[in-house]
């Protein structure tokens, strides 16, 4: 019986754990849940799950949701705050971490995780291109076991050999899918009037509303090119990114003998989610399968061809952060989250947010951090570099 933490159990990636958890209750057993500010949403899966511990992201919540568990007779202890959220992901008796906060707020707890040595299933991707070498250090220094549950990332995984040790010698390139989102074939010069509501429609996948916004103007597979970079130990060169619109292959592995390996099934996030969890095993998802009767033709388009790099412009950064000094990822992480809270919040277009995350790398002065102080110091002076820039696009 595997003990469980799922940080960030009431968004899109813990629901699904929880759904995959409630089908294996031989198997799995939840220790704790963190949330944001969703009382009610967690008081339900407190009800349900009966985990030992709750943290809420603020005191605010915290007292509402403690208030509200003393109420319905539960028996569980109500925390809030990032210590709360380092103490559960550390704690000797949980086996796994369910890694799913978004944004940088989940680094802190994902290094505990790593440095006490936990099976850390990765669907806070801001971890590794926030943390990169810190974070893969704490890993080594805890013997943690380090699993990716983006979809992409975990077809990687899956795609490649057991022994990480080979896989140097074998690998030619990584090849990560992408929809394109629900603007692949706009005409580029109407992206300036996208709503937040059309940019939060994805055509194939259920997530939460930042994550729609990378996927709408592809941050998000900006930002997976570096955690692929990490994970997997290649260099930037050997990442390549396809538009795949049917999201059936969810990414692929070149080897040097020119064979390649592709990971399929249909898009739900129950099936990575499951593989991490049960690793080296495979366990039911929940997940329908792929019906090759029924399978619509695949296609894919180069991003260059089709002329996807200007419809996408913040791609590019990735590789370009990458060649740069440490520390150039984590800024380009903290002025992407500013700039789409900005969007959604109707301050400045849609087309503007590559203009924040552009300008606020060419702004901030640093030296490479090596600790985790520093990451956050940096992530901070980021986001008010970023912060100014949005105020001056609003004028």
């Known amino acids: 019986m595997q003990q469980i933490t799922v940080l960030g159990s009431t968004g899109s990636i813990g629901g699904n754990t929880l759904d995959v958890i409630a089908r294996h209750p031989d198997r799995f057993s939840v220790f704790a849940l963190s949330a944001a500010t969703q009382v009610d949403l967690m008081l339900a ?19 509402r949701l403690a208030d509200k568990v003393v109420a319905e007779g539960l028996k569980l202890e109500v925390r809030w705050g990032s210590e709360a959220l380092v103490g559960i992901s550390e704690h000797p008796e949980v086996d796994a971490v ?16 790593a440095r006490a040595g936990k099976r850390l299933l990765l669907a806070n991707k801001e971890a590794l291109v926030v943390g990169g070498d810190v974070f893969l250090a704490a890993v080594a220094q805890g013997g943690a076991r380090l699993l990716p549950i983006d979809s992409e990332h975990s077809a990687i995984f899956q795609s490649l050999p057991e022994d990480p040790k080979t896989w140097g010698d074998r690998i030619a390139k990584l090849i990560l899918t992408a929809s394109g989102g629900p603007f692949r074939t706009r005409p580029v010069e109407t992206l300036r009037d996208v709503t937040p509501q059309e ?69 739900d996030m129950r099936v990575p ?7 080296p095993e495979r366990v039911v998802s929940g997940a329908p399968a792929l019906n090759f009767r029924q399978l619509a033709p695949m296609t894919f388009e180069s991003l260059e061809e089709l002329g996807h790099g200007q419809r996408f412009p913040g791609l590019k950064l990735a590789w370009q952060s990458l060649e740069a000094p440490f520390g150039t990822c984590a ?14 919040d109707g301050h400045i277009r849609f087309d503007q947010i590559h203009v924040v995350n552009q300008d606020t790398l060419s702004k901030v002065v640093f030296t490479s951090p090596t600790t985790l102080d520093a990451l956050l110091s940096l992530d901070q002076e980021s986001r008010v570099a970023a912060m100014a820039r949005v105020a001056q696009l609003s004028l």
């Open 98 to 113: 369910m890694a799913a906060i978004v944004g940088a707020a989940g680094l802190a707890p994902c290094l505990a995780a």
């Open 331 to 344: 800024v380009l992480n903290a002025a992407n989250e500013v700039a789409v809270a900005a969007f959604l």
């Open 273 to 279: 989610i499951a593989y991490g969890l049960s690793w």
């Open 199 to 267: 940019a939060c429609a994805h055509p194939n996948w259920v997530m939460g509303r930042k994550i729609s916004v990378d996927s709408a103007t592809m941050m998000n597979k900006a930002l997976e090119v570096i955690e692929a970079r990490y994970l997997f130990g290649v260099q930037p060169e050997q990442i390549e990114v396809v538009i795949h619109p049917q999201s059936v292959v969810h990414s692929m592995v070149q080897y040097k003998d020119a064979s390649v390996v592709a990971q399929m099934g249909t898009p």
């Open 45 to 63: 899966q407190c009800a349900q799950f009966k985990p030992r511990v709750a943290v809420m992201a603020n005191e605010d919540a915290g007292r």
